[in-house]
């Protein structure tokens, strides 16, 4: 322990160095000491003195933490060692303290000693954990919400007379995009690929939305364009904001006839059909998409003969809106592009071209549906 003369020369020379004011730490409620080269506290304020004793001064710095040995890692030697403002997190009587150590130099501008600053943090932390817990929890809620979306997708492989393969790839851990085929009746399916606005959860319960009310509407109505009229219906009941809408084309396949029928909601990405030899078309029909804004809209419907082995392709935007590294978008033309060159393109295929030809984190939802008339 250091005696009072001790102390009187020391506090001198810290006076004199013009680096502390007493009368600014003394007010402090953060804790302030200062400790020399020896690890000895030559100077601790009100605040400090309160928490861990009057008599801290003159004693070793570890000693006043209760602590038996000094620290794996000391500040205080670092800085008067190099003249760095150095800063660590250290637990004090079950409390976390951030401490940072600044120099103090005398007259001649030698470091003879360092000033630590304690900061409790300890309510900062607490909240930082309870945060982390949350998130973990989230994130495991989030991780089954998106093994159920997965698991509601239809079936892939031969089906109701079609081969059925599809992408589901969503941005984030749930996805925005939504599709499904299922048995209108005993001679009729019904097909459809849907993108919601955003993405996250939001937008993953309004592809709920989505499926539990095409496959209600779809018991009642027929008709691909009044399916999608009465789906407007049920979503404007919903009373959301405006910025919450969806795109979605409807079809119904006749597995006798093979007539395909359909209906467009705004859904900007146009189905394809082709075969091995025969032209690209795309079912272009436009039509407003399912948004707040309006309580009733009426959709076009169109239909078109298909035969064995024609294919129909459904996309998303997240497929079109890609971009390369010069900013340029994969298009639609890009679609056409890739299956004029290889009419069979499988899925993967489609996905890997759609990798090569992207820059960067895939920013969007990308859906992709194939199927082939068996």
Known sequence: MLNTEDLKHIKKEIEESGILNYHVLESMADWVRVVDRSGTIIYA???IKAALGEDIV????YVAYGKEEVCNFCITERTIDTGEVVQKEETIYGRQFSVKSSPVTNKKGEIFAAVEVFRDVTRERKLELELIERNKKMQRD???ARKIQEKILPEAGNKYNLDIDYLYSPSE???GDIFDIFQVDEDHLGIYIADVSGHGVSASMMTMFIRQSMRSIKDEIFSPSLALKELQTQFFKLNLEVDRYFTIFYGIFNKSTYEFRYSNA???CMPIVYSEEGEIDLLELKGYPIISLLEQVN???KSLLLKKDDKILLYTDGVTEVRNKDGHEFGVEGILNLLEK??????LEIEDNIIRFSWGEQEDDIAIVLLKVI
């Open 299 to 301: 959709y076009d419907e």
């Open 342 to 347: 290889n009419r069979g393109a499988t899925v």
């Open 58 to 61: 003159g004693g070793k710095c």
């Open 142 to 144: 989030l991780a089954v």
């Open 173 to 175: 851990m749930l996805s």
């Open 45 to 47: 304020n009100r605040a």
């Open 266 to 268: 705004g859904h900007n």
